[in-house]
Structures are given as C-alpha cells and as structure tokens.
C-alpha cells in the first residue's frame, strides 16, 4: 500500500511541472503585457519602458519562466506586476481568510446533503422528496450574488442583525464573537450554494443503492426501513461522497468568488479575477499552482481513501 | 486493523491538508500585531444603530468607501492607481499643491518664487517642519526626494533636459530648468511628494510594506494599520505642516461592488462613497445625505481610428462626426445634465485656456449622409469592458451611426487590451473608440496626447499633424499669457480639424456623502484624490 501511495505521489510532481508550463505559456500566448494594464494617458514612453524593464517584461519568455519557476521553488512567489506588493503577504492573509468561510460552509452542506439526500432518495417521489428536490430546483436556480443581496438587504440593513459586510470590525480583529457575526451572512450564502448539487447526488446514489439486492435481502429478513437505510444503504452511498470530497479541495481557493466580493470578504476570490483581468501573470500562476496541487492532492487522497475503505477495489488491485 | 488504522490516519493527512491554510492564521496575526506595533491602543470606529435607517458614526472617524485594494507595498513613485495615490496624499505632503484654476496652496514650502527669466525657482520652506517620528524635515528631504524621483522615473525633465534641485541651506531650495517651461510650477507639485532622506536613503528602496514598515510621514495622516481586502486606517499626524487634522481618524475601507458599498452608506456604515448617476438614488431628496457633483477634468471623448482602414479619409471621418449628437451620447452615459458638462475641445471645460471658437461638428444628418456615402458601411466602436457608462455611449453612437446607413458593431475589451489597441498604429481592426482622460491644468499636460514628433510623447490620438506638434512646444516656451492664450486656441482649433478626435464634454464625478461630513469646501474636491487634504475634513 505504502508503495502505492508512494508511487501516486512521483506522478504527481512532473504533472505539477506541466500544469506551470501550460499555465505560463496560455498567459503569455495573450497578446498584452501587463504593463498595458497600467498604463495611464499622462504616463511617458519613458515611463512605460522604465516599468517593463523593471517587471522583466522585456526578457525572452523563457527566463521569465525560469526566473519565476526557481523562486518558486525557493519559497518566493514574487510581486505584483501591477501593485508592485508582495504576493506571499496577500496570500498569507487571503488564503485563511477563504478557508476560513468555505471550510465551514463545505462541511455543513456536506453534512446537511447526506440527510437531506438519504430522505429524499428512501422516499421517492413522496412529499419529502418533492420538497427536498423542489427545494434543490430553486436552490441550483438561484444566482449566488442575488440570494446575497437579498440577505444582505433583510438582516444587515433592513433588520440591522448582521454587520452588512467585512470579516472584522475595525479594532476588533482578534474578537472571535465579532467574527462569527460578520462570518454568519456569507456561511449561510455559501451553505445554500453547495447544498443543492450535493443533497441530489446523495439522493441519486441512495436510490441507486435502494435497488439492490442486498436491500431486498435485508427486507426479506425483516429489517426496518431505518435500519436498512442507516445501517447498509448510508455506507454504500457514502463511498462515491469520497470522490466529491477529494475533488472539492481546490474549492478551498477559488470556491468562493462571488460571495467574496460581494461581502467585501477579503478572500482570494475577487483577487484573483483582478489580477486576471489585468494579466499580472505572478499573481495567476501562484493561485493557478496552488489550486492545481490542490486537485492533484485531492485526487490523490481520494483515490487512496477509497482504495481503503472499499474491499471490492482493494480485491480489484 | 492494519489497514483501518492507516485509513484513519489518511483520513486525518486529509483534514490536515485541508486546514493547512488554517495554519497560517498565526501569520496573519503576527503580520497585524507587526503593523499595529505603534502599540497604540485601538479605538474602534464603532457605529450605532439608530431608528429610521439614520446614522450615526462615532465623530471621530471618516470612512470612505475604496473599490480596489491598494495592495500591501506602496511605492510613492510608481503608484498610478487611484488608491495607491490617495494613499500617498494622506502620508506625504507635496511642496505646494495646485489648484484647477491655477492658484497655488503651500504645504511644506512657504513660498515658491521664479525669477524673471522663469528658469529659476526657489522655494522656502517652511521653519520647525518635522516628520511623524520627530526627525526635522527640511530642503535637503525635498532635494533627495526629487533627484531619487528624476533618477528612477525621469520626471523633471524639459524637452530631453534635465531640471536640477540644490539646496543652499536647510530652508531654501533651488531649482534650475534647462529651458523655459510654462507648465515647470505644475510638474514640480502635482503628484510629486517629499519623503524622508533618513528613512529610504539606507532602505535602498522606496517600496513601503504597509504590513510591515513603520512609515514616517509628512502627509495630514499616518497609517496605523492595513488589512489585505479590507481597509487602510489613519491616524492624524501631530506633525503636519498644515496643522493637525480636525478629524482624529480616516478609514479608507474596501468593497468592491457598488451595490454593497450604497447599503453600507444608507447603514451608516461609512461616510462617503463615489456613486454613478444610476445608483445615487437612494440618497437624492435625503436630508441625511449631501451629494457633491464635482469635476475631475476629465474629458470623455470618441477617437476616430487613423490606424484602421475604414478611417483614412477625412471627408468620410467628418461626416461620421456629423452624425454624432455630443448632447444625446452624453445623456444616454450619464442619464442627466447635472452630471456632465458638454465640452468641445480637448481641453476640459473651466480650464482658463479653453475655447469653442472651433470646428464643433454640430449634428447634421443630412451632411453626414452625403460624406460618407462611399465610405464603408461596417464599422466596430471599442471602449473598455467594464465600464458602463462607456457601454451606453456605444450603445448610443451605434443607435446615431444607423441613421445614415451605417451599421456599427460593438466590442468592449479588457483594460490592458484597450491600452493596447489604443497604440496600435497599423492595421488596427477597431474603427471608432470611446475613452477618456485625467491629465492636468496647464495645457502642455495635454501635448502628450497629440504631439508626434516628439519622444516620450505617448500620441495617444495618434495624429501626424506639424502644427499641432509646433503649437504645443511654442505654447510651454513661453510665459506670457496673452501669447499663450492665443497660441492654445489655436492648438484647440488644429487638433479638431483633422476629424479624428470628437470631445463629448466633462462628467462629474458624485461623491455622496452623510450630512454630518462637513468642511468639504476646505478640503477641497478635487481629481485622483477625491479630497485635496482631508485633513480640513470635519465630522459633526
């Protein structure tokens, strides 16, 4: 086994490789510079050049890439091309700034999908699951930034519960209490916006599962519905759930993008669609190296948990 | 059990890996903890609640609404975004700063005199000036600062020559000019700030960690803490030239969408917040909201596109003008005349030079018509994606354009294309473009957007015109008014009859603001910056 993980592990390292060179490469391929980006009608030709010799923008694409690649390697994710700030700062503080919202936000509609999905799937076409599905519908319908606003409006303005965005009052950084009241709005924005896709493949699988034989057995035998359900179901269905959950961990990055801005969360979301926008290539690499280790280490985890957990695999190998 | 056991502990590597981000919460500690090192005890710019939507925020503290972040690093020299250069304004002091209408307001200097050839200028600073930590501050800050600036940035330069800062004494600086420059008091005090020499000189850069450094400033506020996506936040510097600050505490706060930052305003969450037309209605008709309509100079303007095929006769570009209504395109923008001024030439309206004795291309469907019908009948209009207002001026050409035939396709691009298609001199497949700019006071500042012949001289226009190019270096060679004046005019008149650029006028930027923000009039409105100096600012 070790040496199954190990070797999944090797592989992972030259697909990194190639994910940075394909990513450098797609940006480059754009026909501006990121100098274009920040260039203003009262600015010199001198001063444009003086900033693209600076930025190394005048370099072969090559050495661009090796420049950035070895400090990367050496732990040093460079500048802004277009602020000029530190990249490692930004994240040091984005990065747990999104974790810390989508984290909790995943795991609740994880949780909430396994009962939610368990219920509609045993009931079929009963109220609950017409009511759990309906409610999935609108769920799946319903625009992010819009379902925001309107939580926004009711509980930050109109009913003045909530802070209306932010993540911290000003001064009361280290206030968990504060925190939680400015963390509420966009958990709950979040929660909803993972729930519907998860609760209906929870329920697909379930009543997948319910058509099986051993569910036939069980009645045979004369279990109980929750029993069988809880007891041999739950675990059936659970397996692919490993999948989902390895293929979610890049969503700790990037998951979050509209509701970040909209909050005016200070998360990696709104900052990388800028940087994007603007072509500030280091910016995008790091983010587009990260969230890449990030589908790489899921994926491998994934695939070893389930090896673990599900004999029939194990037995396949 | 074995293997159940190995499941559980690769169970657990995932959660791990999970939180890993989770682990860097000691860092972002540490980062604020560093920043707020001052050790000054926090006061929260607490905000109460009250009946009615009404606000309250403690009357100590200005907030205003910001839509980028500034980033983590400032650089006093290379800030071009508008954030990172009020940020500048609010740390550092100019020597003087110069009015719209061409006055001047000393800060660190006390007077600046020119001698009577105009190639000499000698400030006096003022006496007893200090910098935030104490440190005296006099000429030889402001000579080390302007050399850095020249040697990094080649700022100060007239016509490929250098201007040159000496300091004879700790109060006094001169400045020599290679030539006579007429717009030299405006390139020596718009954007261009004083630093401390016994800071950056054995920094060896002039890159600021705003997580991290201590900032010694001369500005009306000092820094006390920034946080990444969420706010700048300042404290008054006891030490500024112009006296201390009538407000104890500014926060520039973060939020990108508009939507939120309107709510935030109507809750009372911050003070001040830049509206579009469209979105300021909330607060029009509110006795608890003051609305400030205000102009940037900035001109708005369509660019025929010499650079395209379609566009190279000038009978055909005139009457593609002709069919332009200025009236209709900037209503349609900005939905209302109290929020833009129509202008007609590349200067902006209240600027002392301008003048609309010149070609206007007035609407005449008729005229229009007849120029352009052997002209192509396919054209594309670009502008920059994300901008809206720039949006509905297509929207409304592309509506004017059908009138005499002529079908119009239209294609917002990103900013940094824009940029680039805008210098594209061969082959470009955009014909018309909609943009528009911030450049100065002095008329000169606007050479750059006409003059071909000269380098560093972007052209962004791209015209190829002798006298234009002759007009604007007779105009900044000399100092008598009068001549300047004439000299301008002309200026104005040439660059409109090439029909390549159509000046649509001035709009004004809104700042709305709650009633009790007074001293707007003292701090001054003004471009970039928002507030000239906010240290005038008062919260009742």
């Not at chain 2, 800050?141 to 040697?151: F, G, M, R």
């Not at chain 2, 008014?481 to 660059?495: F, G, K, L």
Request: a negative charge; aromatic letters at 10%; glycine letters at 6%.
């Amino acid at each position: 086994m070790l040496k199954y993980i190990g070797k999944r592990i090797l592989q992972a390292i030259p697909l990194l490789f190639v994910i940075t060179v394909i990513c450098f490469t797609l940006i480059n391929l754009a026909p501006y510079d990121a100098v274009d980006s920040i260039i203003t009608p009262d600015m010199t030709q001198e001063e444009i050049e003086y900033r693209k010799e600076e930025y190394g923008l005048n370099d072969p694409v090559v050495v661009q890439y090796g420049k950035w690649l070895l400090n990367l390697l050496q732990g040093d994710m460079g500048y802004s091309l277009v602020s000029h700030t530190s990249i490692k700062y930004d994240l040091i503080i984005r990065i747990p700034a999104t974790i810390s919202l989508v984290l909790p936000s995943y795991i609740t509609a994880f949780l909430l999908a396994i009962v939610l999905g368990l219920v509609a799937g045993s009931h079929k076409n009963r109220w609950q699951d017409k009511l759990i599905d309906g409610f999935c519908s609108i769920g799946i319908a319903t625009p992010t930034f819009w379902f925001a606003m309107i939580l926004m409006y009711l509980l930050g303005y109109k009913w003045k519960l909530l802070p209306l965005m932010g993540m911290h009052t000003i001064g009361m950084e280290d206030s968990f209490a504060d925190f939680i009241q400015h963390f509420i709005m966009p958990y709950i924005v979040l929660t909803i916006g993972f729930l519907p896709d998860l609760t209906r493949y929870v329920r697909g699988s379930t009543i997948g599962q319910l058509k099986e034989d051993y569910v036939l057995v069980q009645q045979a035998f004369g279990a109980k519905k929750a029993e069988i359900l809880f007891k041999h179901v739950s675990k059936n269905v659970l397996l692919p759930l490993i999948t989902k959950l390895g293929m979610a961990l890049p969503m700790l990055v990037t998951g979050a993008v509209i509701t970040e801005t909209i909050f005016s969360w200070p998360g990696i979301g709104p900052y990388f669609v800028k940087a994007i926008q603007s072509l500030d290539y280091p910016i995008v690499m790091n983010i587009l190296v990260l969230s890449g280790t990030l589908v790489i280490l899921g994926n491998l985890l994934s695939d070893i948990l389930y090896c673990l957990t599900d004999p029939r695999i194990k037995s396949m190998k | 059990m074995k293997k159940r056991l190995l499941s559980i502990l690769l169970c657990c590597a995932m959660a791990v890996s999970m939180m890993t981000g989770c682990g860097n919460v000691d860092s972002e500690e540490l980062a604020k903890s560093q920043a707020a090192a001052s050790g000054t005890e926090t006061t929260t710019a607490a905000t109460e609640e009250s009946s009615e939507g009404e606000k309250t925020t403690a009357s100590n503290t200005f907030t205003i609404a910001i839509e980028a972040d500034t980033g983590n690093t400032l650089n006093p020299f290379t800030s071009t975004d508008r954030y990172g250069l009020m940020t500048n304004n609010m740390l550092f002091a100019p020597l003087a700063r110069m009015n719209t209408d061409g006055s001047i307001d000393y800060v660190i200097a006390d007077s600046i005199e020119t001698s009577e050839d105009g190639l000499v200028y000698t400030v006096k600073i003022k006496e007893n000036l200090k910098w935030s930590d104490g440190e005296p501050l006099t000429a030889e800050d402001v000579v080390y600062s302007y050399n850095a600036e020249n040697e990094a940035m080649q700022t100060f330069y007239v016509n490929g020559a250098p201007i040159t800062f000496e300091n004879p004494d700790d109060l006094t600086v001169v400045i020599t000019l290679p030539e006579v420059s007429a717009n030299a008091m405006e390139l020596l005090t718009s954007e261009n700030f004083v630093l401390p020499k016994h800071v950056f000189e054995s920094k060896g850069t002039f890159d600021i960690n705003l997580l991290q450094d201590e900032i010694v400033c001369s500005g009306p506020y000092t820094l006390k803490e920034y946080q990444a996506g969420q706010h700048l936040y300042f404290t008054k510097n006891p030490n500024y030239a112009l006296g201390e600050a009538k407000t104890e505490n500014v926060v520039f706060k973060i939020i990108e969408k508009a939507d939120t930052a309107s709510l935030a305003l109507q809750n009372g969450d911050i003070n001040a917040w830049i509206g579009l037309p469209d979105t300021i209605g909330p607060f029009e008709d509110n006795e608890n909201y003051n609305i400030n309509n205000y102009s940037e100079g900035r001109v708005a303007y369509i660019r025929l596109n010499t650079a395209s095929e379609n566009m190279q006769d000038i009978n055909y570009r005139k009457g593609i003008l002709k069919a332009l209504d200025r009236e209709e395109i900037m209503t349609a923008a900005y939905t209302d005349p109290e929020f833009f001024v129509l202008g007609y030439s590349f200067l902006p309206k209240g600027n002392k030079y301008y003048t609309e004795d010149l070609e206007k291309y007035e609407q005449n469907i008729e005229e229009a018509k007849e120029l352009t019908a052997n002209g192509p009948k396919e054209l594309t209009i670009t502008y920059v994606r994300t901008n809206a207002t720039e949006e509905k001026m297509a929207l409304a050409i592309q509506a004017e354009l059908k009138e005499i035939g002529i079908n119009a396709q239209i294609e917002g691009v990103e900013q940094a294309a824009f940029m680039d298609v805008v210098l594209e001199r061969e082959n470009s497949p955009y014909d018309i473009m909609i943009g528009g700019y911030v450049m100065g006071i002095d008329p000169y500042a606007y050479a750059s957007l006409f003059v071909s012949d000269q380098e560093g001289m972007m052209n962004m226009m791209n015209y190829d015109n002798a006298t234009v190019n002759e007009l604007f270096v007779k105009g900044n060679a000399t100092l008598d008014e009068t001549e300047r004046q004439e000299i301008y005019t002309q200026a104005q008149q040439a660059v409109m009859e090439d029909a390549i650029f159509y000046p649509l006028g001035t709009n004004l930027r809104t700042l709305v603001t709650t009633s009790n923000v007074g001293g707007i009039d003292e701090a001054k409105l003004v471009p970039i910056y928002t507030f000239s100096d906010l240290s005038k600012l008062t919260m009742e």
